[in-house]
């Protein structure tokens, strides 16, 4: 009986582990300078929106982020009770979520979070549900044209070196 229950319990264990091993990978790249949010799941782009990222006076933080909980309809407790729709957090306050306010993206508007159209932000919130909060990734990107031009000094004064 004991190796019987032990087996069956095994056989559960690798079911599970095996559907979220199967689940993929879900990242949400975004870029500051374009105002933009490329979607790729297991590396194939199925996505790519406008958004709106900090306005002056604000900051919308860049790095590489795991997404930490979800919220199908949430309210900013910090400005006014303002909508948040279909809200993935990625950094304590911070999240990619939908906005009414879909004449602004494309262009800096928001308080320091990623907006973008409700109807998008319901497609990436699907997806993270989907996939799970470990597989699901944020990345925002600040100014790539200063990355590389410091690249490319770090690289002529180290090869000057040699």
Known sequence: MKKT???VVATLCLQFHAVSANAGMLVAEVSIPTQ???VTQDGVTKYHWKVS???KGYFTPTGSYSALWLSRDHH?????????????????GYAVHGTVEVRH?????SHGCVRLQTENAAKFFALASEVGLHNTHIIIRGEPER???????HL???????
């Open 5 to 7: 229950m032990a087996a």
């Open 36 to 38: 933009t949010m490329t």
């Open 53 to 55: 990222t900090a306005r």
């Open 76 to 92: 900013s407790k910090k400005y006014d009770n303002a909508p948040m729709p279909y809200a993935v957090f990625f950094d304590g």
């Open 105 to 109: 993206l494309g262009q800096p508007a």
């Open 147 to 153: 990355v590389a031009s410091n690249a490319v000094e």
């Open 156 to 162: 002529a004064l180290t090869q000057h070196d040699r």
